[in-house]
């Protein structure tokens, strides 16, 4: 069992260190040019950045809600690895899923859908329920369809409002930073699941 969790370990290690490479040495979210208006080949960017100092900064404010589904038929997120003592723990410290959960206009799972967040997050407190949170937010549909926010940050999921600094992003949302805020709509302690409201501003070019 030990030498079963240690190879889960190592895998892991292997994913967390992928995609923090891809945060913070990537400087903004990965390109995503299905779907996107926007020209995102290496010359259009060069063009974009020469134009850069003449650019005025948008706010762009956006509302939306996500829906993290561990249990349910269809589940949005999966827990991928875990430390020996997870399942003693009262936070599950140690506990990391990955996920592709969507967003919606509406707190309803039938409300539209805008986009995804494709990421990780894992439990990384012993002494209350807290992730770490590495996020994607890919938008799919609407005026920002194409384009990326990428968060990273500190999610204590028992507050009432928890802040999440965005690093970049992609699309419209070039050189992006800002803050989302995150509120639990509705949570299941038996489920795991839980839907969270979300209020993004965003300053990008």
């Avoid at 038929?73 to 936070?91: D, F, L, R, Y």
């Avoid at 590495?134 to 990428?150: A, C, P, Q, Y």
Wanted: include cysteine; hydrophobic fraction near 40%.
């Amino acid at each position: 069992m030990d030498k079963f969790i240690s190879m889960k370990t190592k895998k892991m290690t292997a994913v967390v260190a992928m995609l923090w490479w891809a945060v913070m040495f990537g400087g903004v979210a990965m390109p995503l040019a299905r779907g996107s208006s926007i020209d995102q080949s290496p010359q259009a960017v060069e063009k974009w950045f020469e134009e850069l100092p003449h650019a005025k900064e948008k706010l762009t404010k956006l509302h939306f809600y996500l829906h993290d589904n561990i249990t349910a038929q269809n589940p949005t997120a999966i827990q991928v690895a875990q430390a020996n003592i997870t399942s003693k723990s009262p936070t599950l410290f140690g506990a990391t899923f990955v996920l592709e959960d969507p967003l919606t206009l509406g707190p309803d799972p039938s409300s539209k859908i805008i986009g995804h967040a494709q990421g990780m997050y894992s439990s990384v407190s012993k002494e209350e329920t807290s992730l770490i949170q590495i996020l994607n937010l890919v938008f799919t549909h609407g005026k920002f369809k194409g384009s990326t926010l990428s968060l990273l940050g500190s999610d204590p999921i028992l507050h009432q409002y928890r802040e999440l600094p965005i690093l970049g992003g992609s699309g419209v949302f070039r050189l992006a930073r800002g803050i989302a805020t995150a509120q639990t709509y509705t949570s299941n302690a038996t489920t795991l699941n839980a839907i969270a409201e979300y209020h993004v501003l965003v300053i990008h070019c």
